[in-house]
């Protein structure tokens, strides 16, 4: 392993587990991430030389360990340091010592903790995202602002606020029982789920920048399911992620617009996401356990199983999109629902379906767009006009603009013959 | 004599490489395959995914089924080779050289006490 690239995505790979750890020792995240940068640092200048370690996160720990107690050794002469600093005076037996503590239970809560972290309830949804990014992931402040399209300086700020608030804010250091572990759990997902949907509602222009959040979002839910690997909610979760993530792909066309599912190239789908994403889900449907990600990955799976379009089990989708509204009542969980809704008992209970939910929904591009096409195959033009001209002036992207610009379009063509028939 | 090649390395560790980075790995061991086929000893090949979409079935009574790899291990089995090779030495080249196209990690060289090829399923 020479080539600086290689060691990079060791660091990668290894930065979870050792900034965990770190921050379990010195109980502060600046000291613990400066300590791994510092190992990082080290690792760059030793690994091409005597080859990687057996065990990066291992040797990340000690190094980063010893070198911050140094740091602190030589600042605050006076005052007591941690803990069992004497232990590390052997490079090899330190890092074999280590290496076993690790595979004892702090992994598993040292991982959780860090992320926990990053989903602090005072946090907006977007500076818990950073924070995440940053500190688990170890994107650099230049890739993350990249991805949500904002200055460097910007999001340099952001992370260092959020990172404030997490200071002033009581981390809980003790090993948590299992009721606080599972809550934990439920935080984390959430904030997975949060990351990947930056990068899944990115407009086509920027759909490849902002894939990075997709797929980082990827690595994390992957993560957590190693450490937690029978929650059928964190295998919901994951499956959720790699089946919308397959076909990321065949949902923009060379000019970025959106493409539809019903005219994506189903060949670009990736077919070694959805073998995992349905592997999961069919590992998670076992437990008899439902959960909100579980029923949605049923949902994606039920797109990525169907060959062509015309396939798709819309009377399934519609049933476990009655279940999601039981679990997970929302507006947007019935706009969805209606979208099936009309695919089984057409347009017009469809449309009845989302008539209610008009006062929640008077800011939701989503809405109008699905309204729009209702009224649209119920040959009321007019009325169908009326919430595509809504739906653009809320759209969120160009792309979204464009693509009801599109149905309007067609409204415009169509309006001739459609009339005539009305008029009959 | 047929040996399977098994491939252990640290999920973790591959799943952070980049697209081009594991694209670079696999046209590598392309090319080692490629040379074992026209030597016609090379049988099947398989690229397993994560151990996070495994499961065990632990063979009690009544079997019980685990979620997730059979050991939980520091590296883990991520796929394997079948080589037809003369001798442990040789099975051990033909690792070497899968191993330069491919860091890190460790092979485990398994003779093969019986192999039936099965039907296509691809």
Known sequence: MTDTAWIDAALTSARPQAVGALLRYFRNLDTAEEAFQNASLRALRSWPQNGPPRDPAAWLIMVGRNVAIDDIRRTRKQEPLPDDHQAIS????AEDAIAERLDGSHYRDDILRLLFICCHPELPATQQIALALRIVSGLTVKQIARAFLVSEAAMEQ???????????ASVPFETPGAVERSERLVAVAAMIYLIFNEGYSASGDTAEIRSTLSEEAIRLARLLLRLFQSE????????????QHAR????????GAVILLDDQDRSRWNQKMIAEGLALIDKAMRHRDSGPYQVQAAIAAL???AEKPEDTDWRQIDLLYGALEIMQPSPVVTLNRAVAVCKVRGPQAALEMIEPLAPRLSNYFHFFGVRGAFLMQLGRNDEARVAFDRAIALANTSAEAAHIRMHLDRLMRDSQ???TKAGK | MLYAILCYHDEDLVGSWSKE???????????????LAKQGRLGPVARLLPTTAAATLRKEDPPLVIDGPYAETKEQLLGFYLVDCKDLDDALDVARDLGAANPG???EIRPVGMFAPGSNTT
């Open chain 1, 248 to 255: 990321a792909a065949a949902r923009f066309d060379s000019e």
């Open chain 1, 303 to 305: 797109h990525a199983r």
């Open chain 1, 90 to 93: 052997d490079l090899g037996d």
């Open chain 1, 232 to 243: 059928p909610e964190i295998m919901g979760l994951t499956a959720l992620l790699l089946l």
């Open chain 1, 158 to 168: 952001r992370i260092t606020r959020a990172k404030a608030r997490v200071a002033e």
């Open chain 2, 21 to 35: 980075q594991d694209a670079a790995v696999m046209s590598k061991l392309a090319v080692v395959q490629e040379k």
């Open chain 1, 417 to 419: 013959p459609r009339d």
């Open chain 2, 105 to 107: 990690g460790a092979y």
